[in-house]
């Protein structure tokens, strides 16, 4: 099982929104390194869900629920993968906490601020989730009128995922 970290604006796509869709595709992603790494993607695969622009946190764990397929809605040749939540963390973890960690020095989330879909080795996804706060039993997974804990009877409509309702001035924005 690989891990992987993944950025959306909270604005555009928060963590709650996937909680309570169930499930989503992650779309729209076009820069050539975050496709090649959403590529690598498998059903299975970890996922740190993590906000961007002001908020600049890990939210939550994701799973990727599909095999990376071509986005036959996008000209310019993406692809996407479905994302189901697996669990909101008790409390984010700011990019400022984990910048001070040691054990995180060279991660591509620092490197490499604008990448949008990134590896996350198995040190470094135990460094993060570390810093997770305290306190309180961790959430469950959603609950609700689901196919099941966390698993929508069907994927939201195509583009409502992450990117797709980015607009070219939040792409900026984003950290």
């Known amino acids: 099982m690989a891990r992987w970290l993944a950025k959306s604006e909270p604005g555009v796509y928060a963590y709650a929104d996937l909680e309570r869709d169930g499930r989503t595709e992650w779309d729209g992603v076009h820069n050539a390194l975050a496709l ?9 695969d970890a996922l740190l869900f993590y906000h961007s622009g002001d908020a600049r946190a890990v939210i ?4 990727i629920d599909s095999a990376p397929h071509p986005d036959a809605k996008d000209e310019r040749g993406s ?3 479905a994302v189901r939540p697996e669990r909101a963390l008790r409390g984010p973890i700011p990019l400022a906490v984990l910048r001070e960690d040691p054990k995180l020095a060279g991660f591509v989330l620092f490197r490499m ?6 590896p ?6 135990t460094a993060i989730l570390a810093h997770e706060p305290a306190g309180g039993p961790r959430p469950g997974p959603p609950t609700g009128s689901r ?24 792409r900026r924005a984003a950290a």
């Open 36 to 44: 090649r790494h959403l590529r690598a993607m498998a059903r299975g």
């Open 60 to 63: 939550g764990i994701a799973r």
């Open 79 to 81: 692809w996407s993968v």
């Open 113 to 118: 601020g604008r990448l949008s879909v990134m």
């Open 120 to 125: 996350v080795t198995d040190a470094q996804w």
């Open 147 to 170: 196919a099941g804990p966390g698993r929508a009877t069907a994927s939201p409509p195509r583009g409502s995922g992450p990117a797709r309702r980015r607009s070219p001035a939040s």
